[in-house]
Structures are given as structure tokens and as C-alpha cells.
T-cell receptor
Framework: DQQVKQNSPSLSVQEGRISILNCDYTNSMFDYFLWYKKYPAEGPTFLISISSIKDKNEDGRFTVFLNKSAKHLSLHIVPSQPGDSAVYFCAATVIISNFGNEKLTFGTGTRLTIIP | DTAVSQTPKYLVTQMGNDKSIKCEQN?????MYWYKQDSKKFLKIMFSYNNKELIINETVPNRFSPKSPDKAHLNLHINSLELGDSAVYFC???????????????FGPGTRLTVL
């Protein structure tokens, strides 16, 4: 049962254009959403997050949009740069302990290739 | 200065052997995690600890035993290795009880385990 889905395994975008990565989820209990970026042979690195009470969060070239009614979020990167080429994972979380342990559920990732 | 480190980076072993993967974080975080990324690149949580106490155990076979000697270390011991255990294992840490949700998890570089 995959609760977080990224239906596009790969995406190619011209340098300078906008990259849009999509993610869908099924669990209404998720209350925070995050995007991670992963280069080969490295661990994922945090990019940006959004609370379920918001619909947009922006950080520099990166903007995450959340449509809670559609259970859909997207990551916009503009302008896209060659260094953005990586695998992007969408993740959703619920807090499961008083200590703050959060259970991250990841999507399967989208490989973004920026074409110079 | 590596924030989350794992050793070894690569591990090749025979079926039936017992092996350990070590993880250390120097971020002062209270919460640590183990994730498994399988051949389909699906990244899934296995365990989470808070200050040496097990909080999350995601129906992982009991051949997998995490051990946290102190809050900066979370090691993973695997008994009687099977072919299906071949995967990349990632350690991660987060602030946990910071009062802030969507706490960024910092990932190690991963350990690629190959069981022959």
C-alpha cells in the first residue's frame, strides 16, 4: 500500500525553464510534507517542507504547493540549473511519539535531468 | 566534518552470515532512524530511536536488531543474512523534540549491502 506516489519516474527540462515535480498521497493523517533531493551514492538531503495548514511555501528557487483537497503537492524549481539534476523524493509525515519521532513515508522518486 | 556517518560504505557477504552497520551523528540530535532502500528505489523506514529508546519498529524481521549505545550512535545488526536483505541502508537523525514539526532529517551516505 503505497501512501505517497510519484507517478513520473523521470523528467527532463531545459536549463533556465521551470521544473515541476508532482506527488500524490492517500493518507489524510499526514500533516507535514517534505521534498528531498538525492545525488548518486549520497544520502537524501532536505530541500523544503510545508505544513498541511498551508498551501504554499517558497525558498529561493524552490516553491512547494499543497492542494489538500486533491491530496496533491508539487515542487517548482525556477529557473532550473544543471546542478538540480538529481532524484527528488516527496515525503509525508505524521508525528508518532511525544518525543517528536516523525515517521517519514517516501514516494519512489522522480529523476530530474536538466539539459544545458 | 560529516554530520551523519555510516560504516562501512559497501558490504558484500554470504547468505547466512551476521553483519553490522554502524552509524554516528555529531549534530547533537536526540532522534535517529534506519531506512532501507530496496532494488526498486523505494525508501522505507525500519526503526527510530529517541535518546537510546526504540520508538518505531516497522514490522522488520527480528533478524534485524538495532542497538543504540548512546544518543549519537545507532548501529544495525543483521543475523542470518538473506538474499532479500540486499539493499542500501541509510541512517538518519533529526532534532526530535524541538517543538517544530516537519523536522528535517539528516541522512548518512548509505551502506550498500550485497548478499551473495
Amino acid at each position: 500500500d503505497q501512501q505517497v506516489k510519484q507517478n513520473s519516474p523521470s523528467l527532463s527540462v531545459q536549463e533556465g525553464r521551470i521544473s515541476i515535480l508532482n506527488c500524490d498521497y492517500t493518507n489524510s493523517m499526514f500533516d507535514y510534507f517534505l521534498w528531498y533531493k538525492k545525488y548518486p551514492a549520497e544520502g537524501p538531503t532536505f530541500l523544503i517542507s510545508i505544513s498541511s495548514i498551508k498551501d504554499k511555501n517558497e525558498d529561493g528557487r524552490f516553491t512547494v504547493f499543497l492542494n489538500k483537497s486533491a491530496k496533491h503537492l508539487s515542487l517548482h524549481i525556477v529557473p532550473s540549473q544543471p546542478g538540480d539534476s538529481a532524484v527528488y523524493f516527496c515525503a509525508a509525515t505524521v508525528i508518532i511519539s511525544n518525543f517528536g519521532n516523525e515517521k517519514l513515508t517516501f514516494g519512489t522518486g522522480t529523476r530530474l535531468t536538466i539539459i544545458p | 566534518d560529516t554530520a551523519v556517518s555510516q560504516t562501512p560504505k559497501y558490504l558484500v557477504t554470504q547468505m547466512g552470515n551476521d553483519k553490522s552497520i554502524k552509524c554516528e551523528q555529531n549534530l547533537g540530535h536526540d532522534t535517529m532512524y534506519w531506512y532501507k532502500q530496496d532494488s526498486k528505489k523505494f525508501l522505507k523506514i525500519m526503526f527510530s530511536y529517541n535518546n537510546k529508546e526504540l520508538i518505531i519498529n516497522e514490522t522488520v524481521p527480528n533478524r534485524f536488531s538495532p542497538k543504540s549505545p548512546d544518543k549519537a550512535h545507532l548501529n544495525l545488526h543483521i543475523n542470518s543474512l538473506e538474499l532479500g536483505d540486499s539493499a542500501v541502508y541509510f541512517c538518519a537523525s533529526s532534532r526530535g523534540t524541538s517543538g517544530r514539526r516537519g523536522n528535517e532529517q539528516f541522512f548518512g551516505p548509505g551502506t550498500r549491502l550485497t548478499v551473495l
